[in-house]
């Protein structure tokens, strides 16, 4: 017999194994994928300074170009979920990887403000939200078991970690052999090596979401009715501006974490080694969160993550400038970096399913990139008006205990039944 019923005794010894190992090759290309990806667009901070002294533009109309870019990498995230629920991961990803590389290897030929924008927040950041979390996670979510879907997350989470770990020490040394440019270009051409990535996360949702309809006796939601049922659902939306907070934090940090090393006195290979830190520590971060996401309430451990940032920038605050406190202070930020990232995929699974994953997570990625906006860009104007980067980091504070406290009043549901009959009715 072809497909032994679970009763087989020899089952176990053949269909198990074959499993857990497509499951493992789709959480390798995935997280790899997020890894390259994340890794070159998390060190762009590292020639922020070579950028200014090249085109002589000032900080402010750099930090424009960044966080138009974190602006850009939310906006592109609903459209290529929306795109890839219906035609297939795949074909997202690569042209994602592609404009990545294009991006990024085009980023030192440019000498005005538009020209950065084109390229780092128009190309290079709209292909990283094309080749992104909300489709590989979505893409991971819909190719392995429900009960393995924390540890998915968590495990992809850590590969983008990794990424912005390995690619930081990768741009210095690289840097120091060849130039600031060409040191970019071949961080462009390395991203490269994610195509391989497309065969094995290829397909869509579609055709499960009119399966699980029609075993449910109901229609399946287009891509209009799920937004407009997520958007109705407060929970949904204090997921959002939980997420807005956290891309403020990411984006300050990955922009300008090596300005506040420089700000305080210390070397610069300081602000290599903190960026390095902060991957370092996602990985462990992201992957407790992985194995925690199944065992405790999600929205507890946002609101936890959330309040130890907050704590973590006050205590940062009052401490010397020394090049330990630094490295300390980046490793913790680095536990709750990305650790946000499998709480808030599972909320949106558990509220909405799988069907339209990758959009309605897409749209919550963009009120991140929202925040990732507002924190690339005042990061820098704050410090160019006042010379330093303090009054960010109290507005870091303030907002850490906002998202912290709006998380609580999550409701951890199932999407309601007798919306969705409504909605398809």
Request: proline residues 5%.
């Amino acid at each position: 017999m072809s497909n032994p019923e679970p009763s087989n005794p020899s089952a176990p010894s053949t269909a198990l194994p074959a499993r857990h190992i497509a499951m493992w090759l789709v959480l390798l290309a995935a997280g790899g994928t997020f890894a390259l990806t994340m890794g070159v667009r998390q060190t762009m901070g590292l020639f922020l300074s070579a950028l200014n002294t090249s085109t002589a533009l000032g900080i402010g109309s750099i930090s424009l170009a960044f966080a138009f870019g974190q602006l850009w990498w939310g906006l592109t995230q609903p459209f290529a979920g929306a795109v890839a629920d219906r035609i297939g991961t795949g074909r997202v990803i690569f042209f994602g990887v592609l404009l990545v590389a294009v991006g990024t290897i085009i980023t030192p030929l440019m000498t005005s403000t538009a020209g950065l924008i084109f390229a780092i927040g128009v190309l290079a950041a709209g292909g990283a939200g094309m080749a992104g979390p909300s489709v590989l996670m979505a893409a991971s979510t819909r190719l392995v078991a429900p009960e393995k879907r924390g540890l998915a997350t968590g495990i992809v989470n850590a590969g983008g970690s990794f990424g912005q770990f390995a690619m930081a020490p990768i741009a210095i040394g690289l840097t120091a052999a060849v130039g600031w440019a060409s040191a970019m270009q071949w961080l462009g051409a390395l991203v490269l090596l994610a195509v391989p990535a497309v065969l094995v996360l290829k397909g869509n949702s579609k055709a499960l979401a009119a399966q699980a309809a029609a075993a449910s006796g109901t229609k399946a939601l287009s891509a209009r009715q799920a937004i407009s049922q997520a958007i109705a659902t407060p929970s949904y939306r204090y997921l959002a501006a939980g997420f807005l907070v956290c891309g403020f934090h990411v984006a300050f940090l990955a922009t300008h974490l090596p300005g506040v090393v420089a700000a305080c006195g210390l070397p610069p290979e300081i602000g290599g080694w903190s960026l390095a830190m902060i991957g370092l520590f996602n990985i462990v971060g992201s992957l407790a969160m992985g194995w925690a996401v199944g065992r405790w309430r999600m929205k507890s451990l946002l609101a936890l993550l959330y309040a130890t940032r907050g704590l973590a920038v006050l205590i940062f605050l009052l401490a010397p400038k020394t090049p330990a406190v630094m490295l300390i202070f980046a490793a913790v930020m680095g536990v709750t970096f990305l650790s946000t990232v499998p709480p808030t995929v599972g909320l949106v699974a558990k509220m909405f399913g799988t069907a339209n994953m990758a959009m309605l997570f897409g749209v919550v990625m963009l009120s991140h990139q929202v925040g990732g906006f507002l924190g690339a860009y005042l990061g820098g104007y704050v410090f160019q008006a006042t010379g330093s980067y303090d009054w960010v980091w109290y507005i870091d504070i303030v907002l850490a205990a906002g998202a912290a406290l709006v998380n609580l009043p999550i409701r951890e549901a199932l999407l309601p039944r007798r919306m969705a009959a409504k909605a398809a009715a």
